[in-house]
């Protein structure tokens, strides 16, 4: 009966614990997103972003094979790897806790003693031989190592979801660089008939002015209007060879040795439809990473109150002693001690069984307690702005694809209209109405159309991948069960 008492006692001690109940921080969220009108289901032709890569919902082979190589060969993400394993390794260290510690003694060692001492021993040399295991163990009655393990485990989840937020940031830039290079190409194809075109006005307006139909102004503008044409191309062909050498460091190889073959089409456009907003504090990795933070430092201020009371420890040791080799292993040679050590959090009185408790710290634990709770509160400010960012994201994506749309469609409907004007050109300046200038010129303005629309493409593209990333790309918290569960 004692006993059944005695482990109830120890039971009830061991539940205790000082970390304040967890709750998520309060914010205020809105029940749909500003720029989207009241919420709707998403439509069959939108795509949903389910776990796993996104960015195979453009349809692009190119893309698909450098978005597996960044996965594979960035040395950001292989760094957020390593923090991760890091913060893994870092758990097993704080659950170790809950197993004692077992070390093992040996000692032997031989000594000349004094003979002209009081009760001198009979012989001047003494041999003395120790094999012995000691156990050492502490009781977690206020909480302190569960406390600890539940911060270690927040600190690798949000390690986790820093290592998912990682790859999101950089499969976004990724696809956000790529298409930048494809719009690269089709402009500079644009740009290079633009060079042709002046190349063309100029030698009319020259002969022109040979035949004093116009002035030498006409072929200074003619000129100036190649030149700036010339210097727009090799504007173009510099963005487009840096934006080939980010894609390379990107995906871990040097810029001197990776190469994309041009190519003109643009890739298509994805419709997202975006969550209701509650959804996106469960689908954005970096939320989760403020949020497990906040979960972290709640449970480190259960560490740091328990440091007003005593550790409990439970030290035992077994083994053998003796003088002589032949009789360490004896029945009689057998030692052990077995008792509780109780201690400060703070002091180290070694394994003698006693009761100590600090008196006067110097407020030391008081501004360690002080100190957990500054930190909790930054913790929860940093995820209340985190919320925040990510709503203002969302919502920046959206105004940014509605009001992209309708300029890409104002783009194309104008690139139309020239492309008719030049061909009713054509057709008049067969039939002897109008000179081949009249023609150029009507050229320069449907490539300048042409330019406008792949410009306003490439835009539209580009907040439709940032619009993915706002809404957390293909991650979804199931990814942390493993690490939940280890």
Known sequence: MRYRFFIIICMLLCSCSFAPTY????????????????????????????????????????????????????????????????ARALLIVAKS???????????????????????????????????????????????????????AKSDALASSADLAMMNLSLQAELAIIYFSLRGADKSQIILNQTVDAYKKALYLT??????????IMDVDEAINQLEVAKALAADMRLQR????????VLIGKPATSFNLKKKAGQGKIVAVSANIPSILLERRPDIAEAEYKVQSANSHIGVTRAAYFPDFNIATAIGYQSHAFNKLFEPKSLIWSLGPTVASALLNTGSKPEVTQTLIDGWRISGLNQQSWAIYNETVAIYRQTVLNAFR?????????????QEYHSQTRARY???????????????????????????????Q??????????????????????????WSQDALNKCKNS
Not at 206 to 215: F, L, N, P, S
Request: aromatic fraction near 8%; glycine fraction near 6%.
């Open 23 to 86: 709750h998520r921080p309060m914010m205020t969220i809105a029940s749909h997103y500003k720029e989207e009108g009241p919420w709707q289901k998403a439509q069959p032709n939108h795509a949903s972003l389910d776990k796993g890569p996104w960015w195979k919902m453009y349809d692009d082979p190119i893309l698909n094979r450098l978005e597996q190589e960044l996965l594979l060969c960035n040395q950001d993400i292989k760094a957020a790897i390593a923090r991760f394993d890091q």
């Open 97 to 151: 806790y809950y197993i004692p510690r077992i070390d093992g003694v040996a000692n032997a060692t031989r000594q000349k003693v004094s003979t002209t001492v009081a009760n001198a021993l009979p012989s001047r040399y003494v041999t003395d031989l120790i094999a012995a295991v000691n156990l050492n163990y502490e009781l977690d009655v206020w909480g302190k190592i569960r406390n600890s393990v539940a911060a």
């Open 206 to 215: 020259k002969k022109r002015h040979e035949g004093g139909a116009v002035t």
């Open 241 to 248: 060879a840096q934006y080939e050498h980010a894609i390379a």
């Open 393 to 405: 994201e969302v919502e920046d994506s959206l105004i940014a694809i509605k009001e992209l749309n």
């Open 417 to 447: 209209a020239a492309e008719d004007a030049l061909r009713h050109a054509f057709y008049r300046y067969k039939g002897g109405l109008i000179t081949y200038l009249d023609v150029v010129v009507l050229q320069k303005i449907a490539l």
């Open 449 to 474: 159309a042409e330019l406008d629309e792949t410009n306003t493409y490439t835009r539209y593209q580009i907040a439709s991948i940032k619009l993915i990333k706002a809404l957390g790309g293909g």
